[in-house]
């Protein structure tokens, strides 16, 4: 019982620190790309804005260190440690923050984690009493932070879990602390949306049908967002490579990644932000922007992410990448002439599934944007897509997939 009270406790807080985290977060965006624009009427106004923030990102990972930490190297070192630093709280929090409010192409999701891992950590650390029987308190916020950021909680617990060789359940008194922890994270979240009148987190597009689906176009759509996700490991390796000489000086990375996130904010607006409020705004206007913008916009966004991340403007590419998969899924409806919807789902479950090599986790994310009829099909996909392995030349020497 005491443990259940412990994981409430955990969920809770993680789903307080979710929910506010995204609120300011929210609030230093209209602010400096909603209000001040009216204000200040200028041209290269997001040039300015992003070298400017690069700078100040710059000055703080001098001085706090190069924080945050991606999402999958947080969760390998709890997976191995049980436990997650927790020492430089403060400069992660701030750290996460600012590239998301100066606009990078970034989400969330890894800030977040390594703040409620270490937080985790920081309890169970005080909790000496009950420390054997809580080892397993960081992974049980890590699971409630997923499940919570991407509005999914049967994906916050599957996605840790699966991988290329097994799928290893916990034990049941285990299972049933991890949904607790989800559940009232998730609940909190959605109780102070309720109550604040916001929204923050993934929300679906709506319904759709397959009829007149063709099986080639399928395959098609299958094919390309495999052949997007060996662009996405080229475009890491090679961005990786032309950034290792500013290893040592955070200031010159950081503006060059403002420098180039605010160009390319300038000429193509969608590939700045997480992307996850930038997916509805695509699905009102995709016909309008055409099938070269969009396709542009696909590409550069997965550049500009690589770019951001490495050059310290740091974050997650779970929502990045989501975008990108459908920016090119609705350019591919303009020319095959199907649905937007069911060719996003069918593209963007294929290119993330062919990045995470997790099918079930992927298919679990996908249905909370896309129609559930689409199940199915994005299953098909996912499955399909993993059977295609990246070609070791496109990965890192650190990369096994």
């Given at each position: 019982?005491?443990?259940?009270?412990?994981?409430?406790?955990?969920?809770?807080?993680s789903?307080?620190?979710?929910?506010?985290?995204?609120?300011?977060?929210?609030?230093?965006?209209?602010?400096?790309?909603?209000?001040?624009?009216?204000?200040?009427?200028?041209?290269?106004?997001?040039?300015?804005?992003?070298?400017?923030?690069?700078?100040l990102?710059?000055?703080?990972k001098?001085?706090?260190?190069?924080?945050?930490?991606?999402?999958?190297?947080?969760?390998n070192?709890?997976?191995?440690?049980?436990?997650?630093?927790?020492?430089?709280?403060?400069?992660?929090?701030?750290?996460?923050?600012?590239?998301?409010?100066?606009?990078?192409?970034?989400g969330?999701?890894?800030?977040?984690?390594?703040?409620?891992?270490?937080?985790?950590?920081?309890?169970?650390?005080?909790?000496?009493?009950?420390?054997?029987?809580?080892?397993?308190?960081?992974?049980?916020?890590?699971?409630?932070?997923?499940?919570?950021?991407?509005?999914?909680?049967?994906?916050?617990?599957?996605?840790?879990?699966?991988?290329?060789?097994?799928?290893?359940?916990p034990?049941?008194?285990?299972n049933?602390?991890?949904?607790?922890?989800?559940?009232?994270?998730?609940g909190?979240?959605?109780?102070?949306?309720?109550?604040?009148?916001?929204?923050?987190?993934?929300?679906?597009?709506?319904?759709?049908?397959?009829?007149?689906?063709?099986?080639?176009?399928?395959i098609?759509?299958?094919?390309?967002?495999?052949?997007?996700?060996?662009?996405?490991?080229?475009?890491?390796?090679?961005?990786?490579?032309?950034?290792?000489?500013?290893?040592?000086n955070?200031?010159?990375?950081?503006?060059?990644?403002?420098?180039?996130?605010?160009?390319?904010?300038?000429?193509?607006?969608?590939?700045?932000?997480?992307?996850?409020?930038?997916?509805?705004?695509?699905?009102?206007?995709?016909?309008?922007?055409?099938?070269?913008?969009?396709?542009?916009?696909a590409?550069?966004?997965?550049?500009?992410?690589?770019?951001?991340?490495?050059t310290?403007?740091?974050?997650?590419?779970?929502?990045?990448m989501?975008?990108?998969?459908t920016?090119?899924?609705?350019?591919?409806?303009?020319?095959?002439?199907?649905?937007?919807?069911?060719?996003?789902?069918?593209?963007?479950?294929?290119?993330?599934?062919?990045?995470?090599?997790?099918?079930?986790?992927?298919?679990?994310?996908?249905?909370?944007?896309?129609p559930?009829?689409?199940?199915?099909?994005?299953?098909v996909?996912?499955?399909?897509?993993?059977?295609?392995?990246?070609?070791?030349?496109?990965?890192?020497?650190?990369?096994t997939?």
């Amino acid at each position: 019982m005491i443990r259940v009270l412990y994981t409430v406790m955990i969920g809770v807080i993680s789903g307080l620190i979710i929910w506010t985290f995204l609120k300011v977060m929210n609030l230093g965006i209209e602010f400096i790309w909603e209000y001040m624009p009216s204000v200040i009427n200028f041209k290269y106004y997001a040039i300015v804005v992003c070298t400017i923030g690069g700078f100040l990102i710059g000055l703080w990972k001098q001085k706090y260190g190069d924080g945050p930490e991606e999402l999958d190297k947080v969760m390998n070192k709890v997976k191995e440690n049980h436990r997650y630093s927790y020492d430089n709280i403060f400069s992660t929090i701030v750290s996460s923050l600012l590239p998301l409010i100066i606009g990078a192409s970034i989400g969330p999701e890894a800030g977040l984690t390594g703040i409620i891992a270490g937080l985790c950590t920081w309890a169970g650390d005080k909790l000496k009493t009950f420390n054997r029987e809580m080892e397993e308190l960081t992974s049980i916020g890590i699971t409630a932070t997923l499940g919570t950021i991407f509005a999914s909680p049967i994906f916050g617990f599957v996605e840790p879990l699966e991988n290329e060789e097994d799928m290893k359940l916990p034990k049941t008194s285990k299972n049933i602390l991890y949904f607790v922890a989800i559940l009232s994270s998730f609940g909190i979240l959605i109780l102070l949306n309720n109550l604040t009148n916001t929204h923050v987190g993934l929300h679906s597009m709506g319904t759709t049908t397959l009829t007149n689906l063709n099986i080639t176009y399928v395959i098609l759509l299958i094919l390309l967002g495999i052949f997007l996700a060996y662009f996405y490991f080229l475009s890491n390796k090679l961005v990786k490579l032309a950034f290792q000489n500013f290893k040592e000086n955070p200031i010159t990375k950081a503006v060059i990644g403002g420098l180039f996130l605010g160009i390319l904010g300038t000429l193509l607006p969608l590939t700045m932000f997480s992307g996850e409020e930038q997916i509805y705004v695509l699905l009102e206007n995709g016909a309008q922007l055409g099938f070269l913008v969009l396709l542009l916009t696909a590409i550069l966004k997965i550049v500009l992410t690589n770019i951001c991340i490495e050059t310290g403007l740091k974050g997650g590419h779970f929502f990045p990448m989501i975008f990108s998969g459908t920016a090119l899924g609705y350019a591919m409806s303009i020319i095959i002439n199907i649905d937007p919807i069911v060719s996003m789902s069918i593209l963007t479950t294929s290119f993330m599934a062919n990045i995470l090599k997790k099918p079930l986790a992927v298919v679990l994310l996908m249905m909370i944007i896309f129609p559930v009829n689409l199940i199915p099909l994005m299953l098909v996909a996912a499955v399909i897509s993993c059977l295609f392995r990246t070609p070791r030349e496109l990965l890192l020497s650190s990369d096994t997939k």
